[in-house]
């Protein structure tokens, strides 16, 4: 969903700095994060600095070394057929870790191209998280193995999807990537978005992580999605030369990809719900809202739920950082 305007309208980077207790300008040095899309964007950067410039972030282009830009196999891939969904991605990585470096990996506009895109790039050194707005056909199982091939622990954020209960597809149905749901915004209270993706699927049992942190009626399978932030709530992005306002989990996964160059440690999902249940504070527990007419697995609540997960951050950037290794390392326990 978007509307084009001549100037911005829908949430800045300074509202997702106040709304989840981020850094602000100075978050993400020294951090790599990165964005996997089909489909080349030429005006990626000429959109990126004049959303930068608008907002009072730094430049962020490859010349400046900010930016860098890959191909999938090495060779030239075509224009892609949708370029604000890799727009609004790096746009709002660039807005929650302004001095983190990014990798745009273009992939080949085909289901196993873009399967097995995110471990192309899953071993780059030093690379913190890998943003994922989308889904592919199939169940996933003959690609699976690729995205637990992950010794560095780069956390792998999916889109939960946008079309409510049910409708969940890969990479964010895989128990080793992190899947993010949406959320409303109305001042201060946000609640659960009623495009949300979410519910369990039977296509994978329910990881240990969900196990001990206990999360309901999950009947052995694994839950979705793990955490949200807002997507039902536009935000101002500028795209194709023009002011947006955008919408969908496409845009609450971008928010935790730049979260996770704002902490000192790994984000993993063991650390994610261990912290829940350690330190409840990390997150904004989103208790109303629905993403469907199904009862208690469309419906937001106190605790973990299948449509919000964990809920929303808080004071997560603060309470990570301030983890010992000793304590990181527990919390991450299966």
């Known amino acids: 969903m978007k509307s084009a305007a001549s100037s911005p309208s829908g949430l800045t980077p300074q509202d997702l700095w106040k709304m989840y207790n981020l850094p602000g300008l100075n978050g993400g040095k020294g951090q790599l994060i990165a964005e996997v899309i089909d489909g080349a964007i ?12 608008h907002f ?9 070394g900010c930016l860098t830009i890959q191909n999938q196999g090495g060779k030239h ?8 969904e890799g727009l609004l991605d790096v746009q709002l990585m660039h807005a929650v ?13 085909d289901n196993t191209s873009i399967a097995k895109g995110p471990a192309d790039i899953i071993k780059t050194p030093g690379l913190k998280a890998i943003n994922m707005s989308y889904g592919f056909d199939g169940n996933g199982k003959q690609f699976e ?10 956390a792998l954020f999916g889109a939960s999807g946008d079309d409510g209960y049910g409708q969940i597809t890969p990479p964010s149905i895989y128990p080793g990537v992190i899947a993010v749901g949406g959320t409303v915004v109305n001042g201060t209270t946000e609640t659960a978005w009623s495009g949300s993706g979410g519910g369990l699927t039977n296509l994978y049992a329910e990881p240990a992580y969900q196990t001990k942190y206990g999360i309901p009626r999950a009947n052995g399978l ?16 500028y795209e194709l030369g023009k002011w947006q306002g955008e919408t969908g989990t496409s845009v609450s996964a971008p928010i935790w990809t730049g979260i996770a160059a704002l902490v000192n440690k790994p984000i993993t999902n063991e650390l994610l719900y261990g912290l829940a249940k350690s330190q409840p504070d990390s997150f904004n527990d989103i208790t109303s809202g629905t993403n469907g007419k199904c009862g208690f697995y469309c419906t937001a609540h106190p605790g973990y739920d299948y449509v919000t997960g964990l809920g929303t951050p808080k004071n997560f950037v603060a309470n990570v950082n301030a983890l010992t290794p000793a304590q990181a390392a527990a919390l991450s326990q299966p």
């Open 42 to 53: 030429p005006t990626m950067e000429s959109d990126l600095n004049a959303y930068s410039r």
């Open 56 to 64: 009072g972030l730094p430049e962020c282009t490859v010349a400046s």
């Open 77 to 84: 891939i075509p224009n892609g057929s949708d370029p604000a």
């Open 97 to 109: 870790a302004p001095q983190a470096k990014i990798l745009l990996y273009i992939m080949n506009s």
């Open 145 to 154: 193995a690729l995205y637990n091939d992950n010794p560095n622990h780069v």
């Open 222 to 237: 694994r839950g979705n999605p793990d955490v949200a932030a807002v997507g039902g709530t536009p935000v101002a992005i």
